[in-house]
T-cell receptor, first 114, second 113 residues
């Protein structure tokens, strides 16, 4: 079993729809949770960064963390064709001495159709 | 603002050849990382460094070596290239605090034939 599971998709939605992405994880020691967006032939870029359980909103993006269920989500409102990309969840224990290493999900490919 | 710069962007190697993937960051970050990403897969950590002169293995270190002589540079060395090392390699850096995330370069696409 992978430490972080993410549906690979592809997830195809019409422009303007809400995109819903999620990851499950097995290690309850993860403390910091991130969502990265990766365009084709580019490096991952940070979208959202949350600590522990709760919601965080930034413009059209909302990240949710439910530590009791070991489940994180990313919602994209009013999706645009420019949101078409692969979305990677990542998490870390947050131990500076351990290098703050990230554990990634496999990524979900999203396609927003005009 | 350059951020994390990786060179080369593309490379084709023959089996058994050696090469060094270069990574440089201009953000004065202490922590640097090397990942590989295979098709449809997430990123897997190869090596990381928490400062000049300090390196440690990640999840998939076999077949690779690293060094960190300066804060800015973190090269990744492949000594005897194998087809299984065909991948996209990403370098990342971070300040090192728990609430500060990693910043990535745009990757090196490496094919070994």
């Amino acid at each position: 079993q992978k430490e972080v599971e993410q549906d690979p998709g592809p997830l195809s939605v019409p422009e303007g729809a809400i995109v819903s992405l999620n990851c499950t994880y097995s290690n309850s020691a993860f403390q910091y949770f991130m969502w990265y967006r990766q365009y084709s032939r580019k490096g991952p870029e940070l979208l959202m960064y949350t600590y522990s359980s709760g919601n965080k909103e930034d413009g059209r993006f909302t990240a949710q963390v439910d530590k009791s269920s070991k489940y994180i989500s990313l919602f994209i409102r009013d999706s645009q064709p420019s949101d078409s990309a692969t979305y990677l969840c990542a998490m870390t224990f947050g131990y500076k001495a351990a290098g703050n290493k990230l554990t990634f999900g496999g990524g979900t490919r999203v396609l927003v159709k005009p | 603002n350059a951020g994390v710069t990786q060179t080369p962007k593309f490379r084709i190697l023959k089996i058994g050849q050696s090469m060094t993937l270069q990574c440089a960051q201009d953000m004065n970050h202490n922590y640097m990382y090397w990942y590989r990403q295979d098709p449809g897969m997430g990123l897997k950590l190869i090596y990381y460094s928490v400062g000049a002169g300090i390196t440690d293995k990640g999840e998939v270190p076999n077949g690779y070596n690293v060094s960190r002589s300066t804060t800015e540079d973190f090269p990744l060395r492949l000594e005897l290239a194998a087809p299984s090392q065909t991948s996209v390699y990403f370098c990342a850096s971070s300040p090192g605090l728990s609430n500060q995330p990693q910043h990535f370069g745009d990757g090196t696409r490496l094919s070994i034939l």
